[in-house]
């Protein structure tokens, strides 16, 4: 994988996470030299809930178990809710190896691209006050964006704007790779987006980018008068009274929290992400959550709960991103009938969406993103998929097929 490409791992979600969720993924840019393996971590379960039927739960367990010993993850959450069938909920492996501390399931965590699905949130939120509009250039309330005029908010929720995504862009990576503590605001981010042309003209095609999302959050600013992360806390986070999640300011990271492991280093070797600084990702990627809070909202985000009804079925008219079963609408995807959000960044790696043919929602939390060039939190949905849902896979590409098929 280039280091452009790989970059754009460093956040997506869209993509691969689509982009990363379908690539895009949230993911810091993969290191120019392949990562030594994680010292070996117990994927032993430690129970939480079960309410499946024995039988279903002991298939959990193994596909779980062996997906994390073949991929070598160090600790897992999972947690799967299935309204009429029951609830499996377990924690894996280790949340710290160095000091050999199991993962629990009320550890925080952070979750990359998961946050696009708060951010949209908060701009859908602005539409039904009449306060925006989805069809409004972003020059309307934002100067300096390329083709700005011809950029509709609908096309950066979309991620159909055609603006480069600043992750891909090597002055970025390398300042990041140098200094990962270090503090970006969110004009600088977009000052790096800014120095390429567009990759084509908006509407023209999907395309992840988190230039989108961070230009939203610029956006939910100027029209509120508030910050963004105070915006949340009071219109998304309070009124669902998710009191584990937040957007930090800075490298903040409320306990208990588990270590993250990652390889996004200047030699490749692996380290631990906890104390970085997430403001490169901001909007796009930023946010602190846990288990029961994604729990609470991945149906608050599927049935629309803090949306007028016409402005959740704009959200959900999802395109295609050129992947079969995987489409893509305003800041959330849909996956083979799930609806939702995934997420990496270096050390964490997250997948939170809802079935809605069955109310059923899955959750997973994954403290590495040692993958190289795959999804540890894609793997690991995928398996939970496959025994309770097998016509219904978590299922996305890797970042290279995902190029395949965008270009």
Do not use: C
Not at 37 to 65: F, I, M, N, Q, Y
Not at 199 to 227: C, H, M
Not at 241 to 246: A, E, G, I, P, R
Not at 387 to 399: A, G, I, N, R
């Amino acid at each position: 994988m280039s280091s452009g490409h790989a970059a754009r791992r460093a956040l997506q979600a869209g993509a691969a996470a689509l982009l990363l969720l379908l690539t895009g993924v949230a993911t810091a840019p993969a290191a120019p030299a392949p990562a030594p393996a994680l010292p070996p971590a117990s994927a032993a379960p430690a129970a939480v809930r079960e309410g499946l039927d024995p039988a279903t739960v002991a298939r959990l367990d193994a596909a779980v178990t062996a997906t994390m010993k073949e991929h070598g993850i160090p600790g897992a959450i999972i947690g799967l809710w299935m309204p009429g069938r029951g609830d499996y909920v377990k924690s894996f492996g280790a949340a710290d190896l160095k000091a050999g501390t199991p993962m629990k399931s009320d550890l925080h965590m952070r979750i990359g691209s998961v946050t696009k699905t708060f951010t949209v949130t908060a701009l859908l939120q602005l539409v039904d006050q009449g306060r925006v509009r989805l069809y409004d250039p972003v020059s309307a309330y934002l100067a300096g964006v390329p083709g700005g005029d011809r950029i509709t908010l609908r096309q950066l929720a979309a991620m159909r704007s055609g603006l480069y995504d600043y992750t891909g862009d090597h002055r970025w990576l390398d300042s990041l790779r140098a200094d990962p503590h270090r503090s970006y605001t969110p004009r600088q981010l977009l000052g790096y987006a800014f120095s390429h042309p567009p990759d084509f003209a908006p509407g023209a095609r999907w395309q992840y980018s988190n230039t989108n999302t961070v230009l939203l959050g610029l956006v939910i600013e100027k029209i509120s008068g508030q910050p963004l992360h105070a915006f949340l806390q009071q219109h998304v986070f309070a009124p669902l009274k998710l009191t584990s999640t937040s957007l930090p300011t800075g490298s903040a990271f409320p306990d208990p929290h588990a270590q993250g492991y990652t390889a996004f280093t200047p030699d490749g070797a692996i380290t631990t992400a906890t104390t970085w600084n997430p403001s490169w990702a901001w909007a796009a990627g930023a946010a602190v959550s846990d288990l029961d809070d994604l729990h609470t909202w991945v149906p608050a985000l599927v049935d629309g709960r803090l949306l007028k009804p016409a402005t959740q079925a704009q959200r959900l008219r999802t395109g295609s991103v050129g992947v079969p079963g995987v489409s893509y609408g305003l800041g959330i995807a849909e996956v083979n009938g799930w609806l939702g959000h995934n997420g990496e960044l270096p050390g964490y790696e997250t997948v939170a969406a809802g079935l809605p043919q069955e109310k059923a929602t899955l959750v997973v939390l994954v403290n590495s993103d040692v993958d190289r060039g795959g999804s540890y939190s894609t793997a690991l949905a995928k398996a939970v998929t496959q025994v309770v849902t097998p016509d219904h896979l978590w299922d996305l590409p890797s970042p290279a097929q995902v190029g395949e098929n965008q270009h």
